[in-house]
């Protein structure tokens, strides 16, 4: 039995090994997943097929479902039409805005309002306050639908809404989302929400669709406002409910021609995600008023994009820093070519500050992380822990770039996951967010290197041990 089992053990391990080879691209994703194979027998191969594997070669991303899905982002683009901003001779931001305009299929526009909301009371506060005014249609996607007192007032406010003609549609990621499944589902549907998860996981699909999820958070009432960033739908943002305290995080309320982008993006994975329910753009989508001055562009990308969207994005804004950088994300594992671009521009004299968290939702990740830092600590980076949990992702460049979004600092989200972002070129709101992540550091004092290189063997080991796993976390 044992010799039956070391042979099997050797042909799955070279088996896989040879399609790690065959299929893989970045050297040091293969030899992580290698690793994984060789000190986890048959786990790794398993872990491999249902998270490692390259599903944009195989069918899975050329079905016909996909197809419909790309082309359904041209059958709306006359309803698109919003002010083109003016950048004049500023290269920095036409290079930039043309970068994401090839990743994305999204144009900047101006004439845009666009409120930075800090606090999971103050989101909630401005998402209902926008619900309970809906008169046509509320549009619903989340990554995280989490039962308790915020899903139980948002269905009691479908349930009057729905009373009063608006329709309601929800689509959520069926992984972040799991317990979503069965009777509280069902209560939507009762109501006569229409509600579907996105990829959903089932045996038939389970090693296509299990590695790829839905990150976004966006909510559009009446294509007139709408709402994106981090937060999603759960206690944590309102309440302590853990050793982490209640959640930080940073949303956006948008309105403006940015609000057609942002819903478009919202239709195209409903119309994928529905599958039985047919419907135009253009019955959506309509000309947006001019209500403000801020410039802004939408960024959306995801497994099935040409390209890393979120990845180019922000390597393409560090690109453009002339004088400083602010990183703020609790997940900070972004990969080689963004820690080269990193440690490239604090080498040529920018100022680079990162901000985490001391504590962490994943010690796997932490370690991971801190595995990174004695390099950008040699190079200049200066790094801040504060005391609080911020669920943020936020990239604030010079005086006039600024990016909130669903895209965390990590291969997930640059290669995994959908993602989406705003760009705003607006000097009000980077000086707004410039202050409150300055702030945050004044407070405490920065990750010296002679400092982190004086740590502990044990935390050495443990960082160098989950280092080897980064690509797959």
């Known amino acids: 039995m044992k010799t039956a089992l070391t042979i099997a053990y050797i042909i799955v391990s070279l088996w896989v ?64 039409e919003g002010t083109a901003p003016n950048f ?37 506060n401005a998402l209902f306050k926008a619900m309970e005014e809906a008169k046509e249609s509320i549009h619903v996607q989340y990554y995280i639908l989490e039962r308790g007192a915020l899903l139980d007032k948002m269905l009691e406010l479908f349930q009057r809404k729905i009373a009063e003609g608006v329709v309601v549609r929800i689509i959520y990621d069926s992984f972040g989302s799991y ?24 045996l038939s699909n389970l090693l296509f669709s299990l590695n790829f999820r839905n990150h976004r958070k966006i909510l559009v009432i009446d294509n007139k406002v709408a709402f994106t960033g981090g937060v999603n739908v759960s206690d944590k943002y309102i309440k302590h409910g853990s050793e982490l305290g209640k959640w930080k995080d940073t949303h956006l309320k948008l309105e403006g021609p940015i609000v057609n982008d942002i819903h ?36 959306a990308g995801g497994p099935d994009s040409n390209h ?9 804004m560090m690109n453009q820093a002339e004088k400083s950088i602010c990183i703020a994300n609790p997940y900070f594992l972004p990969g080689e070519a963004f820690l080269q671009t990193l440690k490239i521009v604090a080498l040529e004299g920018v100022e680079i500050s990162l901000l985490i968290p001391k504590n962490s939702d994943s010690m796997a990740a932490k370690f991971a992380m801190f595995s990174q830092f004695e390099e950008l600590l040699e190079v200049g980076v200066k790094i801040y822990m504060r005391s609080d949990f911020s669920h943020s992702k936020i990239l604030i460049v010079d005086d006039d770039l600024v990016s909130i979004g669903s895209g965390n600092f990590d291969i997930r989200s640059f290669e995994l996951n959908y993602e989406a972002n705003i760009l705003m070129y607006d000097k009000e709101i980077n000086k707004e967010m410039k202050r409150e992540f300055l702030g945050i550091c004044e407070k405490v004092d920065p990750i010296t290197l002679e400092r982190f290189r004086n740590r502990s063997v044990w935390l050495k080991f443990l960082e160098g041990l989950f280092k080897f796993f980064k690509p797959l976390l």
């Open 308 to 316: 890393p969207a979120i990845m180019y994005q922000y390597i393409g």
């Open 17 to 80: 090994i040879g399609a790690i080879i065959y299929h893989g691209r970045r050297p040091s994703r293969s030899i992580s997943w290698v690793i994984a194979i060789i000190v986890l027998p048959f786990i790794g191969a398993l872990l491999y097929y249902l998270f490692g594997m390259n599903r944009r070669k195989f069918k899975f991303f050329n079905s016909k479902e996909f197809q419909r899905r790309r082309r359904y982002h041209y059958e709306g683009d006359t309803k698109m």
């Open 179 to 202: 317990r979503l499944r069965g009777r509280p589902k069902k209560k939507f549907r009762d109501i006569g929400v229409k509600i579907h998860p996105i990829m959903p996981i089932r």
């Open 88 to 124: 004049g001779v500023d290269t920095r931001k036409q290079r930039l805005s043309r970068l994401v305009s090839a990743c994305s299929e999204t144009r900047p526009t101006t004439g845009n309002t666009i409120t930075v909301l800090q606090d999971g009371g103050e989101t909630f």
């Open 264 to 299: 478009l993006v919202f239709l195209k994975d409903y119309f994928f995600a529905s599958k039985k329910e047919d419907f135009k753009v253009e019955e959506h989508l309509c000309e947006q008023p001019t209500v403000g001055q801020v410039e802004a562009q939408v960024v």
